[in-house]
């Protein structure tokens, strides 16, 4: 009997713990088996029926499945490329006579190229034949010798376990906390409901610490000591490219990752779904609002921002974006924030006759500017991101003013549909969460909406390439509580532009002129 507790507690270790992960080598022939790309950018090419065409409109896992387990379809069944089964001693008969021995590296690789078997047969006209370096191949043979053990982390027949990264100390330990009870409550219920397929999801939570810099470290190493399938909601200010590498070093998805720098690469890392606009989206959206006034187009326009961060990615993006519109920029003033002199610059501007303003920089230095501005009788249309100078324009523009203010916005209060709201306060009404730091609470609310609709639509045959490729099908999705969302295979920002909104000094309050694309 002892000897069967002891064989049953190891069993039980077994299943819970991580699978190895995968080598480097591994990892980029997962890559090429899946989505026929190089991680070296070198290409390969497929030729069916005497015609090349790039390997990813013709993946092995297009064919043969994602796990290699092959399949049939349209009359042509794929075999099975487990490692395993490729070298059973006693060969292998297909079901259209055809025999032969059993595979080794060598012949693995003449079928991929010529399109012979073991023995020499021809395969059948619908396997492609691949033109790929050596490399490339010896990575693809590599992971197919792992590719039925390669199981995604954080999923069972039951459950499918999911990460929150939040801080637990410092300015943003209570927003992280109230991102966490909206997130548990949510998960709740649907778990209440059944859950996606029977499966319920379960919440872990990564400690950040003070956060900033310390949340991808946190991410990094919940992640090696959990199981988690993937990321969800957070606060990843200030880790955006560490949490981006974590992303594609460890294939793990992160969805909805609250930050005013959405980290955007080239290629694209597919398991980034950033939910709202960062501060570079929501400036070129601001530049393509003004380009359709007359105005902007008639007299001079002026570019300023800070070196800081922020500022620097809102300004870069306003340039380009100006150049692409053929939005003449007369002016551009890059200044230190150290080292601002709102009065030189003012009178620059105004000796330039400049009637328009871009402005990117802290809320203290917009009204340094803008009150210099005001004693020199200067008075530009002025373009501004609320998140960046604030919105207290109250003290700035006085009535009478002839300034005009725009101001770009990721979300704004009509966002929020009458449905969802019911939603999220029937939800919180069933929790108990006190409502604090709503507009934290609501990103967390859309980021659980997104996981979920990505796991359903994903089907109960889940996994990290499903669940990603189900989120790229999101087109105008509505969460109720942002803006309509849309992400793609070269889209990872799902709300990409900004709400425009003008200034009434008179009445003191904002209107709502619409939404803008960034692109």
Request: charged content about 20%; overall charge neutral.
């Amino acid at each position: 009997m002892g000897a069967l507790l002891f064989l049953a507690a190891l069993a039980l270790v077994s299943a819970q713990s991580p699978p190895n992960p995968l080598t480097a080598a591994e990892r980029r022939g997962k890559e090429i088996y899946l989505r026929g790309t190089s991680p070296s950018g070198r290409e390969i090419v497929a030729r069916l029926n005497e015609l090349d065409v790039p390997a990813s409109a013709f993946p092995c896992s297009g064919c043969h499945g994602i796990r290699g387990e092959g399949k049939s379809e349209g009359g042509v069944t794929a075999g099975n490329l487990t490692w395993s089964n490729l070298i059973k001693p006693y060969g292998h008969t297909h079901s259209t006579g055809r025999k032969h021995g059993p595979f080794s590296e060598s012949s693995l690789i003449r079928a991929v190229v010529n399109g012979v078997d073991s023995d020499g047969n021809e395969l059948l006209v619908a396997m492609p034949r691949y033109k790929l370096s050596p490399e490339d191949m010896a990575d693809l043979i590599a992971y197919l010798k792992r590719i039925d053990t390669d199981l995604d982390p954080g999923l069972t027949e039951t459950k499918v376990t999911v990460g929150l990264v939040v801080p637990s100390s410092g300015a943003l330990a209570e927003v992280g906390a109230a991102m966490k009870d909206v997130l548990a409550a949510y998960f709740d219920n649907v778990n209440s409901r059944g859950g996606i397929f029977s499966r319920k999801i379960e919440l872990k939570v990564a400690d950040a610490g003070a956060g900033g810099a310390m949340t991808s470290t946190a991410a990094q190493n919940f992640a090696h000591k959990e199981q988690i399938f993937a990321f969800v909601g957070g606060l990843s200010a200030g880790s955006d490219p560490q949490l981006a590498a974590l992303a594609r070093t460890e294939e793990i998805p992160f969805i909805g990752p609250s930050t005013l720098l959405p980290h955007l690469e080239n290629p694209v890392n597919k398991y980034l779904f950033y939910l709202l606009p960062g501060v570079s989206e929501q400036a070129m959206a601001l530049v393509n609002f003004a380009v359709l006034r007359p105005e902007s187009k008639r007299a001079p326009v002026a570019l300023v921002y800070s070196d800081t961060t922020l500022s620097s990615a809102a300004g870069n993006a306003a340039a380009v974006q100006a150049q692409k519109a053929e939005l003449a920029i007369a002016k551009k003033i890059v200044f230190k924030s150290a080292n601002f002199d709102p009065r030189s610059i003012v009178a620059e501007l105004k000796t330039s006759n400049v009637e328009s303003l871009f402005f990117f920089g802290e809320a203290k230095e917009q009204l340094s500017l803008l009150n210099e501005a005001a004693a020199a009788g200067w008075s530009p249309n002025l373009f501004l991101i609320g998140t960046l100078g604030g919105t207290d324009l109250s003290t700035i523009l006085r009535p009478g003013s002839s300034n005009h203010a725009f101001l770009a916005f990721p979300t704004v209060p009509s966002d929020i549909s009458n449905e969802a709201g019911d939603e999220f306060r029937a939800l919180q009404d069933k929790y108990k969460f006190p409502p604090r730091h709503i507009a934290a609470q609501i990103s967390a609310f859309a980021a659980a909406k997104v996981l979920v609709e990505g796991l359903t639509r994903a089907g109960r045959d889940l996994n990290h390439e499903k669940f990603i490729t189900a989120l790229d099908t999101l087109y105008d999705y509505e969460t109720g509580v942002t803006p309509r969302l849309t992400f793609g295979p070269n889209r990872r920002v799902g709300a990409a532009g900004a709400h425009i909104v003008t200034f009434d000094p008179a009445k003191k309050e904002f209107t709502p002129l619409g939404w803008f694309n960034a692109y």
